[in-house]
């Protein structure tokens, strides 16, 4: 294979589904309060209704409905109150036409009761007499048994990432433990010579570490175990070894820098001894990220992405994460968060090629605009400026001021 050959963004992702399974990673059980963020393994399903009885959503009173089809503010219609249903306790009345029980919000609801008057809707003249003077619906006020959830409901499909809202129905249902998907373990190697750690102070030529770091927050974020290797030299055999480590111990390997053509880059060839010629693709007909490298080591993919920032973020954003909701069992390719928003100046772009245009998201007329963020992939302030990217594909020449884009969001605007 000639490596450094420039296949097409759709090719690649193409080639990365052919030669890697659904999803690798196995089930475990957690505690509901553990769950936040993780994917779960099977479809839940209710045992019992939601809500469980019959509930006001007000405080008022729990009447027949049609009692009160006549009522209005110069002529209130009268019920006879029988009694009061308290918070947490059964509603041991039947009523029937001409009643009314006394309920507060989230109240269980007496036998026969369809609808709930609000109490500023009525009036007690005296501890037994309720004057109505606005009509309600069959249902208004209150939730019915099971219109929540019905038993046997399919409420958290396999798949989810689970957020409070998740969190909260499974723990209305009384689940406590869930079944979910075990995080995905992420190695991340930083090379160059020119690299040194967070903590050092940068020599003329030398650069501090970003991208572990940067890589190593984008895969927290999506629930996976993150291992960073350190820094390794431009030299073959303490990349080998590194490498081989981080395949060995991990179920997808990010390797940041060296992915060029240059004399001391070294993944293709450390790919390719310790993969046994698994170089599936190196190049990229994308902006920024050309330099990509995608392989297999023993069945764990191996990424080497762009040594700059930009590159290296962009790329992770829009090849690595669909990879890794599809190893997690969240979906084979799914898109992140988008908004439309208006372009706000002309955007260039080479037909044959996507490009990946950082934008500042600006709340403006009533609609997002989109300000492109212009700069080398190199520049950290590209980085902390954009909101999120718009992807100008490959049969487009560029996007022109005024034109409404999706934006993939990157963090809240």
Not at 123 to 139: H, R
Not at 147 to 158: L, N, S, Y
Not at 203 to 216: K, M
Request: proline share 5%; glycine share 10%; charged share 20%.
């Amino acid at each position: 294979m000639e490596f450094f050959d420039c296949i097409s963004l759709a090719k690649a992702q193409t080639l990365i589904n052919n030669v890697l399974p659904e999803c690798t990673t196995a089930v475990e059980e957690t505690e509901l309060i553990e769950a936040l963020g993780r994917i779960v393994a099977e479809d839940i399903a209710a045992a019992d209704h939601l809500p469980p009885f019959n509930r006001s959503t007000v405080d008022g009173y729990a009447v027949l409905s049609r009692d009160t089809f006549s009522a209005g503010e110069g002529a209130p219609v009268m019920l006879d109150i029988i009694g009061e249903v308290f918070m947490g306790q059964s509603a041991d009345y039947t009523i029937v036409s001409g009643q009314a029980v006394i309920v507060p919000t989230g109240g269980m609801l007496p036998a026969g009761a369809d609808g709930v008057v609000m109490l500023e809707h009525a009036e007690q003249s005296d501890q037994e007499t309720l004057l109505v003077a606005k009509p309600i619906a069959p249902g208004e006020n209150m939730v019915a048994k099971g219109e929540d959830i019905k038993p046997g409901t399919v409420f958290v499909a396999a798949g989810t990432r689970l957020t409070a809202a998740e969190i909260g129905a499974l723990a209305a249902c009384g689940i406590a433990r869930v079944k979910v998907r075990r995080r995905l373990t992420v190695g991340i190697i930083s090379t160059g010579d020119e690299v040194v750690d967070v903590i050092a102070v940068p020599e003329n030529g030398q650069v501090r570490d970003i991208n572990s770091y940067t890589l190593a927050a984008m895969l927290t974020a999506a629930d996976c175990q993150v291992t960073r290797y350190g820094i390794t030299k431009d030299n073959y055999a303490d990349l080998l070894a590194a490498i081989g480590k981080a395949a060995g111990e991990n179920q997808l390997v990010l390797v940041s820098g060296g992915s060029s053509v240059g004399a001391r880059d070294h993944t293709v060839q450390v790919i390719e001894e310790l993969g046994r010629n698994k170089v599936i693709f190196h190049g990229l007909a994308v902006r920024p990220g050309k330099p990509t490298i995608f392989g297999l080591i023993d069945h764990v993919p191996v990424f080497g992405l762009p040594g700059h920032p930009v590159a290296a973020m962009t790329i992770c954003q829009m090849v690595v994460m669909p990879l890794v909701s599809r190893l997690q069992g969240s979906g084979s390719c799914k898109a992140g968060w988008r908004i439309p928003a208006r372009l706000t100046r002309n955007c260039a772009s080479a037909p044959g090629r996507d490009d990946f245009l950082r934008v500042k998201l600006i709340w403006q007329a009533g609609e997002y605009r989109a300000e492109p963020v212009l700069g080398k992939s190199g520049l950290i302030s590209v980085m902390t400026q954009a909101d999120g990217v718009v992807h100008v594909p490959a049969d487009s020449s560029g996007l022109y001021a005024g034109d409404v884009v999706l934006v993939e969001v990157m963090r809240e605007a």
